[in-house]
């Protein structure tokens, strides 16, 4: 635990549970009872709250030092810092003094002063062990000309009062100590009540020590390992016992969504906002991990995930909880206070018998939310709005080098693309219908992108790599298939981790951000999908952390960005890492091997995948052969190809009056014919340029060309001079139809 709350005996004390067990040590192997010193750790930033709480509790967060019940004198002390110097702790506050006599029902002014106040104070613990109070030792006046005020009335009042004043802020533990009381009997049950009383009963304050950082406070408490017995084969768990495992880690998934669907709705700050949203993508993955992991009671990984989880989510909480007024944040660090207790009972190893109960996980829910406790632990598979919002909010926060200019992204007609897709919903191709149904699937991926950019300003250098992510992804993933056929019955493409469709977007991890049966079974709502997560790893990741800045240069954002959406946030490095585990890197590897196919122009080599060719044709099929397939393997209506550009085209007839051998400059490609033409009046492009029709399979893309260079040597300067358009140069020979 990093933090405790401060509190007069007034604070809400038994609502604050499990505080004093934070941060035991681990102490694996020892027998019998033993003292082990529990360090506290409470940083100043909270121990000021808590001087406010108690001591400034004004509507001006102000405080009266001077008892004069006429008035006429008086001391008002306002804006205190709390810090230290050396072994003592130091408060220093703003201070407005009069000093005055008072007669015959009036008063004679005789100071009026102001300035600073500070004042050096040891901390002792009070007898019994259970708090601690300030004693001050060292009081000091500066007027705001920087004269240091050592004598005289106001120095004597000043001093005098200060000391009073301060001896009343107290950092009582009694409450926490008695609520735990309510708390362990749910995360040690193998204990009698004799034995838990035995542990509440020794805790103790032992040694304080102050730093620059923060307030150390020693607490001693004696705990006693239980029996340990030999490992025994695990035996199979029954139907029930499954049940019970899959309801507790349901149970601490919706926990911990509930908590971070709190704490966000309590803070206006994106940056927070942003963490909490990281924090649970990334524990979700992590649980992928701990579910793999088969269930030991000595040894839980899901336990594990779950303690670790709020190990993450407790800084974020506490800056959040400093936001709130009153005695609100005490609430809130109740909660973190009984999940480091959990860590740190945890960390002393299978002897000491931690098992988060079902009770266990309800009481830290009452803890969040009082109200609600019952809402915060309904595991659901339904669309969160909340979780959307905090994902939507990431995705069209502010990006790095936004452009002003919004490229049309797809390079496919829309319209095409969109009835191709929902062509595609139950086809599972064969090798024969490989020529038609990968240039649709293209399509479809392109256009997910598209859409999906339309959202997120993203600097235009970025975009084609964005393009080839989501292409090498999907191949990557799931071979560019959402269907598979299993016995007979068409099914959504699934793995025994729970990823499913074209882009593989598993359940456990998205639960709640997106429509899980529309994952399944709508393979243009799974590639969007697919595609929103890619470009928030991207942007909000990769490109944020610099990973293009390392050796390897921009190609990294496509590494980076895979790595993080195999593994999570925090794995967004993982591609050039050492230390990861071979599988991993295999997969990554794999990714990359992949991606460089796509970056040169290969992306139909996915047949191979799938049975077909590594350089597949994308041509259309006759429909006739379309008739023959599987009842249910395709779509039933055959699908006509697009009209091909007419042969009397200026573009058309440009490029092949060219040199076969010769060069152009590609500036763009897009979807329609008006998207080009915009293109070209919004950057000024000079003539000649042309819109050259190429087809692609089933579909046309519209190209910008620019000039025609017998050597590639003699085209470099044209594509220099339009570099912040990233052209790139092509041969007439690969235009030909």
Not at 4 to 9: D, G, L, M, P
Not at 301 to 310: C, E, G, L, T
Request: aromatic fraction near 8%.
């Amino acid at each position: 635990m990093n933090m405790i709350c401060a509190t007069a005996s007034r604070a809400r004390g038994p609502v604050i549970l499990a505080l004093l067990l934070a941060l035991l040590p681990a102490t694996p192997g020892y027998a019998g009872p033993s003292v082990i010193a529990v360090p506290i750790s409470l940083d100043y930033p909270l121990l000021r709250h808590a001087l406010l709480t108690q001591l400034f509790y004004t509507p001006d967060g102000s405080a009266n030092i001077l008892d004069d019940p006429n008035g006429c004198n008086r001391i008002l002390l306002s804006e205190p810092n709390i810090g230290a110097q050396q072994d003592k702790l130091e408060i220093v506050a703003r201070v407005k003094a009069r000093l005055g006599v008072s007669a015959l029902g009036s008063c004679q002014e005789l100071l009026n002063w102001q300035g600073t106040i500070g004042s050096l104070s040891r901390l002792e613990i009070q007898p019994g062990g259970k708090s601690i109070k300030l004693d001050p030792q060292e009081i000091w006046l500066v007027d705001d000309a920087g004269q240091t005020i050592s004598s005289g009335p106001l120095w004597v009042a000043g001093n005098r009062s200060i000391k009073t004043f301060l001896g009343g802020y107290v950092l009582d533990f009694k409450p926490y100590i008695e609520a735990l009381g309510d708390f362990l009997p749910e995360v040690l049950p193998h204990r009698s009540a004799q034995q838990l009383r035995t542990v509440v009963n020794s805790l103790a304050l032992g040694d304080i020590r102050v730093s620059p950082e923060k307030l150390g406070v020693s607490i001693n408490m004696e705990i006693e390992a239980l029996p340990v017995q030999p490992a025994q084969p695990a035996p199979m768990l029954t139907e029930e016992e499954l049940l019970a495992v899959e309801t507790q880690w349901q149970m601490m998934d919706a926990l911990l969504v509930g908590a971070i669907k709190q704490y966000a709705s309590a803070t206006q700050l994106q940056s927070l906002r942003e963490s909490l949203l990281d924090i649970l993508i990334d524990s979700r993955y992590r649980l992928l991990d701990a579910l793999n992991q088969p269930p030991d009671s000595d040894n839980d990984a899901v336990r594990h995930w779950f303690i670790d989880s709020w190990q993450r989510l407790g800084p974020v909480v506490r800056s959040i909880a400093l936001e709130q007024p009153g005695q609100e944040p005490l609430l809130w660090f109740s909660v973190l206070t009984a999940t480091d207790a959990l860590y740190a009972l945890d960390q002393l190893g299978p002897g000491i018998g931690l098992d988060i109960s079902t009770n266990g996980l309800r009481h830290l829910a009452r803890m969040i939310n009082a109200a609600q406790p019952e809402d915060l632990l309904r595991y659901s598979e339904e669309i969160d709005p909340e979780l959307q919002q905090l994902l939507q909010e990431q995705i069209e926060s502010p990006a790095v080098e936004p452009s002003s200019f919004q490229l049309h992204f797809s390079l496919f007609p829309e319209a095409h693309a969109a009835a191709a897709g929902k062509d595609l919903n139950r086809w599972v191709p064969t090798r024969d219908d490989l020529a038609e149904y990968l240039p649709i699937v293209s399509a479809v991926l392109e256009e997910s992108a598209g859409k999906v950019l339309q959202k997120d300003k993203l600097e235009r250098s970025y975009r084609e790599i964005y393009q080839k992510i989501v292409l090498a992804t999907a191949w990557q993933e799931s071979c560019w298939r959402q269907y598979v056929v299993i016995k007979k019955r068409i099914e959504p493409l699934r793995s025994d981790s729970g990823d499913v469709g074209i882009m593989q977007v598993n359940e456990r991890v998205w639960r709640g951000f997106y429509d899980l049966q529309k994952l399944r079974w709508d393979i243009n709502y799974n590639s969007s999908a697919g595609a929103e997560i890619l470009l928030n790893y991207l942007v909000k990741y990769a490109l944020k952390q610099g990973e293009h800045r390392h050796s390897g240069g921009i190609s990294n954002l496509a590494r980076s960005t895979y790595s993080a959406y195999n593994g999570g946030p925090s794995q967004v490095s993982r591609y050039r890492r050492s230390d990861v585990a071979s599988s991993h890197r295999k997969i990554d590897q794999l990714f990359w091997d992949k991606y460089q196919q796509v970056d040169a122009g290969r992306e139909m080599n996915v047949a191979k995948c799938l049975g077909g060719e590594e350089t597949a044709a994308a041509g259309p099929k006759a429909a006739a052969g379309a008739a023959e397939k599987t009842p249910g393997a395709r779509p039933t209506t055959p699908q006509q190809p697009a009209p091909k550009p007419a042969s009397g085209d200026a573009g058309t007839r440009w490029v092949l009056a060219q040199p076969a051998q010769n060069f152009t400059v590609q500036m763009g490609a897009f979807s329609t014919r008006d998207a080009a033409s915009t293109f070209i009046r919004q950057e000024s492009l000079p003539a000649p340029v042309y819109i050259y029709p190429l087809q692609k399979g089933k579909t046309v893309q519209y190209l910008v060309l620019h000039g025609s260079f017998a050597a590639r040597a003699n085209a470099d300067p044209a594509k220099q001079k339009y570099g912040r358009l990233k052209p790139w140069l092509r041969p007439f020979g690969d235009l030909r139809q």
